[in-house]
């Protein structure tokens, strides 16, 4: 009977533990941040980190990167423009990005004070540089296993930066260790990472870089520890690369596209800004009260391929989803030639379309030429059918504000000229 008694309280313990319960709850706007994951701060870095909406804050910036052999550390520093950063007037947190590791956990091993002092270093040269922390976070994805390990490399980190909050990331699988509840307890506070880029299969007729229910699930499970976090939402998409026998040949983001076979078969894998602006219109309703924020990755930055544009993130941060408008349009150029042009007015990426008709009355055609990846169809009386690639890929989207001219034609005389995107697609 005692034997009993101890398995129905352990199971029942469990199911305190798994199943969740009310928490407090919280209504109205959320706080939203970013972060900046560059190595190399370029001019569009630079730029977009200076151009920031003050509602965007803080920026979390990446500050280092530790890979491992065995239990010997290389540290990847990254050269933030200091400059940049001082002139927003606000505060940044800085992350280090810790690689796969398979060593010793103890703070006194070699790998633990590598960092707790890189993480004191970054401090120190922050300070020097008169550029306020708000925190010090850590990005690794920790074994499960090793939680309590883990949990020791943050003590020893805390007390080397303290008083400065140090913070960490999680995964959603993490929520269901009891050692999670130690790890956070160690910690000021952690980011709540619901977005996978475990390559979709190839011919999976859907594949999401977010599940919204999903990270509703996490999020309110996270809330069963009463612990302050934020949850990090993907603005970013990558490449999936296949090979004719469907097997992965990897992913690819922003960066120099890797040397894949010419017959890989790619795939589009992109962070729905209408599932978000849904996600924060339905926690900005109700949530729990110990979700601090949102923390977007990333930072928009105008020469992302694969991220939002700044304009698709501001109307996601406004819980609706960014407008869509894309439309053709004509003008006269200087030599007499009548150009069209695709001009996407919206708030999101838009895709290229299949089709851009054009027309008149009272002209014949003299000339015409199609360009920007399009080509020219058959001309009728009074019209002519531009035709575009039937899979353009990342090349195949036009960016807000964006203009793209795709040709142009001669008519016999002036004449009013019309464009329009045809919803029908070419046979």
């Not at 920790?142 to 913070?167: F, M």
């Not at 299969?201 to 977010?210: G, I, S, V």
């Not at 020219?376 to 002519?384: K, N, P, Q, V």
Request: proline fraction near 7%; glycine fraction near 6%; charged fraction near 20%.
């Amino acid at each position: 009977m005692i034997a009993l008694a101890v398995l129905a309280a352990a199971a029942a313990s469990a199911c305190l533990w798994l199943w969740p319960s009310r928490v407090p709850r919280a209504s109205g706007p959320l706080n939203h941040q970013a972060y900046v994951w560059q190595r190399a701060w370029t001019r569009h870095v630079r730029d977009a980190v200076a151009q920031a909406p003050s509602d965007l804050q803080p920026l979390v910036i990446l500050g280092a990167e530790v890979r491992w052999s065995g239990s010997r550390p290389e540290v990847i520093r990254v050269s933030i423009d200091r400059q940049t950063v001082r002139a927003m007037g606000r505060p940044v947190g800085i992350a280090v990005r810790v690689g796969a590791y398979g060593g010793s956990f103890a703070p006194d091993a070699p790998a633990g004070r590598c960092l707790s002092d890189l993480a004191g270093n970054l401090l120190d040269e922050a300070a020097a540089a008169q550029m306020p922390v708000s925190e010090l976070q850590l990005d690794f994805d920790c074994p499960e296993s090793k939680l309590d390990g883990y949990r020791g490399w943050l003590l020893a980190i805390r007390s080397r930066v303290t008083p400065t909050p140090l913070t960490f990331t999680a995964l959603p699988s993490w929520l269901d260790r009891r050692a999670f509840k130690r790890l956070a307890g160690a910690a000021d506070g952690f980011v709540l990472q619901v977005h996978s880029l475990n390559p979709p299969e190839r011919d999976a007729t859907q594949a999401a870089l977010c599940d919204p229910a999903a990270a509703r699930r996490a999020v309110e499970r996270a809330a069963q520890l009463a612990k302050p976090f934020r949850v990090a939402l993907p603005t970013c998409g990558y490449l999936a690369a296949f090979d004719n026998a469907g097997k992965s040949l990897g992913i690819s983001a922003e960066g120099p596209a890797p040397d894949w076979p010419a017959d890989a078969v790619l795939r589009e894998i992109r962070s729905d800004p209408a599932a978000m602006a849904d996600l924060v219109s339905a926690w900005t309703v109700d949530r729990p009260a110990a979700l601090k924020a949102v923390i977007w990755y990333r930072l928009p930055v105008r020469s992302d391929r694969m991220n939002w544009p700044m304009p698709t993130l501001r109307a996601v941060m406004a819980a609706r989803p960014p407008l869509e408008r894309l439309t053709a349009r004509v003008a006269k150029a200087a030599d007499g030639a009548v150009e069209v042009a695709l001009v996407n007015d919206g708030e999101a990426d838009a895709a290229i379309p299949r089709v851009v008709v054009v027309h008149w009355s009272g002209a014949a055609l003299l000339a015409a030429d199609a360009m920007g990846g399009f080509r020219r169809m058959e001309a009728t009386e009074g019209s002519l059918r531009f035709q575009g690639a039937a899979d353009a890929g990342i090349h195949g989207r036009l960016a807000p504000e964006q203009r793209k001219i795709i040709g142009w034609l001669r008519l016999s005389k002036d004449t009013e000229v019309h464009a329009h995107v045809s919803t029908t697609n070419p046979q």
